[in-house]
Structure formats: structure tokens, C-alpha cells
């Protein structure tokens, strides 16, 4: 795992955003795992404006999300099929059909987790994940006591995820209280993961993420695991970091990072 610390949200953000352009301009038919959530908004925001300006194509590129919420339709603006609309999708050039959500909706859940999959794997798996961390610790809606090796499936919300999410729905009460997600395992197959990680109120779950045992209580520490998973974070989010400096370093040094100085 490699942690990087950007002064404030905007450069932090912007370093995601060329990761997954540079992505999609060397693979032009990426296979791109996707979050949603508040910071995600200002990513996709940019991503629509690269799209725009820059010309960035994605024409080809073939989107799997992490998680819906079990009982919302596509068409209810709480779902994550109509975040993803609004924020990215009908901004940029991709062809709808190749954007895949799981259905909250399915008569048998346990059946739509299982296509899921199968989707992802007849794409040859996804070549980067996008991830966010929630304050339960979950990456997805992998709550705590997720297994590792767990695949698509249905998923309890936590308190915490429900009182950090509940404020978005017109009536927070109506928030449902399951979602389907991909299992850590199916995160943890992705090629390679970039992790998004912003503002003072994801500081202890990133320090504990990050700098922590490895436990399933706290989902985001299975990322520790995975050969290839950045965690881009602002100085907010980094504050209790205890290898701060090293991480600084690493940016100001590496080879791999020029580019993006
Ligand atoms: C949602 C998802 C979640 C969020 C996390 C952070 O698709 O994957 O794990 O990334 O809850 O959400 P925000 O960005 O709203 O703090």
C-alpha cells in the first residue's frame, strides 16, 4: 500500500482524476470499479470536465459500482444508478449499456449478487477500483465483520452508516437499512485500487485503516493486503497518520510520482 497526502481536497482529488485518465488513455476499454458518496461528487465533477475540455473518451470504458441499496429503483434519486447518472454518467461520453450497478430491485437478491459477479469476471475483472472509506471503516458496504474472501451479497447497514448516510434522503428514516455490495474478496481482485480519503472526520478511520492491525472489524484495513492499492488522502484526512513524513517522501521521490508533482 502506498499513501499519498495532498495539501487540501481540490489537489487530492485532482491527483485521483489523472490516475483514472491516465488509466483510461494507455486501456481505452477500462474496466473501471466505481464508488459513490460526497467525495466522489468533486471527482466525477472533474472527470466530466476532462471529458469536456480535454476530450477524455470514454467510449469504450465498461463501469461495474460497488453497491445499491436493497429497494430502491433506478429512478428513485436515492439510488446509486441515479447518483451515477447525474454525476457522471450523462456528462461524459460513455455508452449506458456498458455502466453496471447491481439491481436493488431484483425479486431474488442472491441471484442478482451471483450475476454480478459473473459480470465482472466475463469483463476479465475490473482494472481499477475506486474507493472511498466510510467512517464505519467499510469499503463498498462492507461492514464490519466482512470477511475477506467475501463476494457480492447483501450487507446490514451499520448505525454509523446510516446516521453518516441517512441526512441525503428527504426523509432520513427512509433510508434503507441493507444494501448489495462486492465482498472485500471481489474488491481485493481488482488490479489495482485508488482510495480516496478526505476531511478532518475520516482522520481516526483513516489512521486506523491505514496504520492498524489488519482486522475485519474495520473492512478498509483489508487493503493493506492488496499489491497495488494507493490511498490518496488531504492533509485533513492524513492527520493522525503516524508515518506522515515517510509518505511525504515518497510522493516528493519516487519516480512513479513525477509526473504527478
Ligand atoms: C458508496 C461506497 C462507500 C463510500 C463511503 C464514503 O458507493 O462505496 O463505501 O465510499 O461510505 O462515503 P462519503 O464519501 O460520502 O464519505
Known sequence: MEVIIRPDKASATELVAKLISNALIEKPDLVLGLATGNTMEPLYARLAEMHKKERLDFSLCRTFNLDEYVGLPAENKNSYRHYMNEHLFKKINIDIRNTHLPSGTAKDLDKECEKYEHKIKKCDGIDLQLLGIGKSGHIGFNEPLSAFFSRTRVKALTPTTITQNSPLFDRPRDMPKRAITMGVGTILEAKRIVTLVLGT???????????????????????QLHPKCVVISDEKAAAKLKGKDYYKWIFENEPEWEEYR
Open 201 to 223: 472526520s475520516k482522520s481516526d478511520i483513516l489512521a486506523k485503516s491505514v496504520e492498524g492491525p489488519v482486522t475485519s472489524m474495520v473492512s478498509a484495513t483489508a487493503l
